[in-house]
């Protein structure tokens, strides 16, 4: 069974950096995709980005330049960074895991997700 258990988050002023982490228990073969999303309170969760099994990621235009994705393979862990943050930026971030359906992802094990506040 997989589990993603994250890390890192937190708070930071606005323009400050943050960066979070996700371990990957348990993983097989099927399960190919890895990705973020974040999500506040009252609305729906938002879609960050992703990263392949070979260490390409992509994003949501609007996470593009200010958001990094990262993997280190050897230890099963996904890395988010993130610059230049904003209040707006503001949310629970949570780590995704599933299984590839055509060239989008079926998502069906989430991290416990991680709290990141930005103050201006």
């Known amino acids: 069974q997989v589990r993603l258990v994250q890390s890192g988050g937190g708070s930071a002023q606005a323009g400050g950096s943050l960066s979070l982490r996700c371990e990957v228990f348990g993983i097989d073969s099927s399960r190919n995709c890895l990705g973020w999303y974040r999500q506040v309170i009252g609305s729906s969760r938002e879609y960050v980005g992703r990263i392949e099994r070979d260490g390409t990621p992509s994003y949501a235009p609007s996470m593009k330049g200010r958001f990094t994705i990262t993997q280190d393979s050897g230890k099963n862990i996904m890395i988010l960074e993130m610059a230049s943050l904003k209040p707006e930026d503001t949310a629970a971030y949570y780590c995704?895991?599933?299984?590839?359906?055509?060239?989008?992802?079926?998502?069906?094990?989430w991290g416990q997700g991680t709290q990141v506040t930005v103050s201006s």
């Open positions: 995704a895991g599933g299984r590839r359906s055509g060239p989008a992802c079926a998502w069906d094990t």
